[in-house]
């Protein structure tokens, strides 16, 4: 072509600009450009059309536009429509569904623009048709997956909070809300140290500073026993795990919240509960031994009685040969009396605590209280445990603490016993007894008591354990009976052993 002053020639310059135009069109590798006549057939079709669509350019050129449109559309009437409202409204978008050559469908993003000429006058429509279907598809997913990501942040039972690098909270979990008090609009955007006491709160960003300085690791990557602030000032131990995401150049962290507030008073509650046990178990155990500690004493005691006759005999009618066997017989008598208040003090030593009294009980709660210290780790062992528990065969009145070292003695026995059993099985059960009492069975799959043993098994210091005292059956028919019950052991059928015994019930009248 040729140039004047700088510039084509007016002719050869229209046919520069349609011939750029053109290339243009045709290098849309993604959009589908053609044109319309006024009637809606095909005027221009380019090469993203081909690719997009299927059809050859000499194959669609002169085709109605409800050639691309999915059959139930056409019989709608929506391609003329679709023209009538962009000649209507000058432009029309729209995502729709199109046809390929080839039969498939895919969502597409639709432009028609109508055109005019310089008096007016419809010349036609410009279409520019795009593929959103896989983009779709993404932004369905990514949506299902926020969806799905809320719905974990509603329902997960601990507690989750994200938050950026510079220590804002990003997400909020409604477990979290539950636990802090707070809601999710209430702390998104604020710092996260909001949620500590002092003197964590002033130190939290020095600490995350420290963190994406140096990556010295303290509390990211492992759990960590912390204290958390609720809204309404009141503070609780929680345990903590902190996890990280990097996103391109930023940072993530997630926190896992998990309140220990129960498990806290549950072990105190235990503990308090242990020790009120192991004090039983030394109340009982003095019944026992009763006659035992009392012989101990009578043989000191009548020594001494013995020593002190025999001085006053001696001294009846004084003789100073006499003196050295009367001294002599003085630090043989405070010998006896020191090994007396020897006994008395280890005594006094064993029941500090002093006597406990019986109340009215729960039995079904009595009974889980002892059952958790019991069998700590019995599933483990292969031992399946059930509890059957008659509601009607409750409250009893009894000494709470007594009455579950009763409990805890049969079922570590039980457990025990079927130690080397093929089947362990372990049954707690209650039920109403005659004349106001309830009965108590601890039963198991063990190899039974054998009948020489069965006479004498709630004798004192009879055990058939190597390492076995023979009080812990003792004490147990010491406190039963103390209690107004009695204690007794019958063979299960198939092998195995039923423990039974008896408490007070309380009837309601009562």
């Not at 009538?84 to 409204?89: G, H, L, Q, T, V």
């Amino acid at each position: 072509m040729s140039r004047r002053g700088g510039t084509y020639a007016g002719g050869e310059y229209s046919l520069a600009l349609a011939d750029e135009l053109n290339l243009l069109i045709d290098g849309a590798h993604d959009y589908a450009i053609y044109m319309l006549d006024p009637g809606g057939h095909v005027t221009i079709w380019n090469k993203g059309a081909e690719r997009l669509k299927g059809w050859r350019e000499a194959e669609v050129v002169g085709r109605h536009t409800s050639t691309f449109y999915p059959p139930e559309q056409v019989a709608e009437g929506k391609p003329e429509q679709d023209l009538e409202r962009a000649r209507r409204e000058g432009r029309l978008e729209d995502e729709a569904w199109r046809l390929r050559k080839d039969g498939s469908e895919f969502l597409a993003h639709v432009s028609i623009t109508a055109l005019y000429d310089a008096v007016g006058a419809l010349r036609g429509f410009g279409k520019v048709i795009r593929d959103i279907t896989e983009q779709r598809s993404v932004e369905r997913k990514l949506s299902a997956n926020a969806a799905h990501l809320r719905s974990i942040l509603a329902t997960v039972p601990d507690a989750m909070i994200v938050i950026d690098q510079r220590g804002r909270v990003i997400s909020f979990s409604a477990a979290a809300e539950t636990l802090f008090g707070l809601a999710e609009s209430e702390i998104v955007g604020s710092n996260v140290s909001r949620l500590m006491p002092s003197p964590d709160r002033e130190a939290h960003d020095t600490y995350l500073q420290r963190y994406l300085t140096t990556g010295e690791r303290k509390i990211i990557g492992r759990g960590r026993t912390v204290t958390g602030l609720r809204a309404d000032g009141s503070t609780f131990p929680m345990d903590l795990f902190v996890g990280e995401a990097k996103i391109e150049d930023d940072r993530v962290f997630t926190g896992f919240i998990r309140d220990l507030s129960e498990k806290q008073a549950t072990e105190e509650r235990l503990d308090e509960l242990r020790s009120g046990l192991i004090h039983a178990a030394r109340i009982s155990a003095m019944g026992t031994m009763a006659s035992t500690l009392a012989h101990e004493l009578n043989q000191p005691l009548t020594a001494v009685a013995n020593y002190m006759e025999a001085i006053r005999d001696l001294l009846t009618v004084p003789n100073l040969d006499d003196m050295p066997m009367i001294r002599e017989a003085l630090d043989d008598a405070a010998k006896e009396a020191v090994r007396a208040g020897q006994i008395v003090r280890r005594l006094r030593d064993f029941v500090a605590r002093g006597e406990v009294d019986k109340g009215v009980e729960d039995l079904p709660r009595l009974i889980d209280e002892a059952s958790q210290l019991a069998l700590l780790g019995v599933h483990e062992r292969g031992v399946s445990v059930r509890f059957d528990l008659d509601p009607s065969a409750s409250p009893v009145l009894v000494d709470r603490v007594q009455t579950q070292q009763v409990l805890i003695n049969l079922m570590r026995n039980a457990v025990e016993a079927m130690q080397h059993q093929p089947l362990r099985q372990l049954v707690v059960s209650t039920r109403p007894d005659d004349a106001g009492f309830v009965r108590v069975t601890v039963s198991d799959t063990g190899p039974g008591v054998p009948p020489e043993t069965a006479e004498t098994l709630f004798r004192a210091f009879n055990s058939s354990k190597a390492e076995g005292m023979g009080l812990g059956l003792s004490i147990c028919r010491t406190i039963v009976e103390a209690s107004g019950g009695r204690i007794w052991m019958e063979p299960r059928a198939g092998g195995g052993s039923h423990f039974h015994f008896t408490l007070v019930k309380v009837e309601s009248e009562t």
